[in-house]
């Protein structure tokens, strides 16, 4: 019968013990599963810490920016270069930089930082607009960018662990 014809005074609401007894079985039983998980991660073991991080090797016959383990753009590319907040370095140069010379200079990033011991984090490959190399030793994260239209700029922003940037 529809409930609105009935007054409320007629109509009860159906509680069956039945119900209360699941879910207060069902609460009872969420706190035991957070209790046992919160031991067990108590008596879990620690994570190991990073290993130990090796030193850098210098390439024979390589410049390097002052205070870094970087390497210097090579000097027949034509770069000025000054400093920049946070350690980083800045280069510009007042001619055009096509494809070509622009996959050389990402290529010697490429070899000579992996040789040094660096680690490639992500790269983003040669275009007519220029390229990005993420590396990381230890505790320093190191950017290369070089961007080439409309003006040939590159980049090295440098991230020590302290203070973060």
């Known amino acids: 019968m529809d409930p609105l ?20 079985g069902a ?8 209790l046992v998980l919160a031991v067990v991660w108590a ?7 990073p290993s130990p991080v090796g030193t850098l090797a210098p390439v024979p016959g390589l410049t390097y920016l002052p205070g870094t383990a970087i ?3 090579p000097s027949t590319y034509t770069l000025r270069m000054s400093r920049s907040g946070r350690g980083g370095f800045q280069f510009r140069s ?11 200079l990402f290529s010697f990033y490429l070899t000579t930082m992996s ?13 007519p607009t220029g ?8 505790g320093d994260t190191t950017l290369l ?5 409309p003006a040939v700029q590159f980049a090295v922003d440098r991230c020590p662990p302290k203070p973060y940037c």
């Open 5 to 24: 014809l009935l007054g409320h005074a007629r109509l009860r609401r159906p509680q069956s013990r039945r119900s209360l007894r699941a879910s207060h």
């Open 27 to 34: 609460f009872a039983g969420l706190l035991a599963a957070i």
């Open 43 to 49: 008596h879990s073991p620690e994570v190991p810490g």
């Open 71 to 73: 390497p210097a753009p």
């Open 94 to 104: 007042r001619e055009r930089m096509d494809l070509v010379t622009s996959q050389e």
């Open 115 to 127: 040789a040094e011991g660096w680690t490639l984090l992500g790269k983003d490959d040669p275009s």
């Open 131 to 138: 390229w990005t190399l993420s590396w990381r030793h230890g």
């Open 145 to 149: 960018t070089l961007i080439t239209k």
